[in-house]
């Protein structure tokens, strides 16, 4: 009997129009909430550590300024991460992000203003790079070599992930861009797949995302024995490790029937 064959992850296909919308769309609703905030709201704690509301404003900044940045960069030689590598690679690189956000935070604290100056300039910049950049050009990151169109999907995640993270910490009711959400969703739920491959669970987040993964007797037809579905929000949060397995499931945000359906031993699978 041949031996089986190892089943892989294939790399799901993004509109490039849709997603550089989306990006640009999410972007001004984030700005536009930030530049509500008093002082005091700026000064708040978030559920990310010892950040507080600045600090994950200035990220979110950063987050898509690399864009701008590795774009302006000569082009890499080599291309060193795809898509689907990137949210386990994330972790690695805590540190330093965390050093980059909080030089970014205190320079915007500086000055009355120097907040809302510094979106204004990101959201310019970054337009004019999503008018003008080919999808297909290599740019630096700090991963290495990546498709402009691999980490424009990338940053669907960085900020519908802190979109969440500012409602969180404020009270704001800043929207979820559809197409951004729909972006974000699909690729940490490949993400999934690819850190516990197989095919012994699906796990469904309507009404972007269906995968299967888990090793163990493969599913090929009729009702799966084993099922995970939830919201879109709920499984970034659980990807994200904003939420654990058990807070979900007690809160019902997550129905899991089969004796594989506990995903709490692969998750999170970002950062």
Known sequence: ????????????????????????????????????????QLRQPTRLGEWTVLELAAHITMAVRSVVRGVAAPPPATRDLTLLEWPLATRKFAGDVDHDTREIAEAAADTQGALAALYEETGQQFADVLVAAPDERLITTRFGGVRLDDLLVTRTVELIVHTDDLNDATGLAVPYDRQALAACTRLLADA??????????????????????????????????????????????????????????SAAQVRASGERADLSAHLPVLG
């Not at 892989?8 to 530049?35: E, N």
Request: charged share 20%.
């Open 192 to 249: 999934l797949a690819v850190k516990a491959p197989g095919g012994s669970v699906e796990v469904r987040v309507p009404p972007y995302a269906v995968v299967q993964c888990v090793e163990g007797p493969r599913h090929t037809r009729g009702t799966p024995p084993n099922v995970v579905e939830t919201d879109p929000l709920t499984w970034v949060r659980l990807a994200t490790g904003r939420t654990t397995w058990a807070e979900a499931v």
């Open 1 to 40: 009997m041949p031996p089986a064959r190892k089943r892989t992850q294939r790399t799901r296909s993004y509109d490039p129009a849709k997603t550089r919308a989306a990006l640009l769309a999410q972007f001004d609703h984030v700005r536009q909430g930030i530049l509500t905030l008093t002082p005091e």
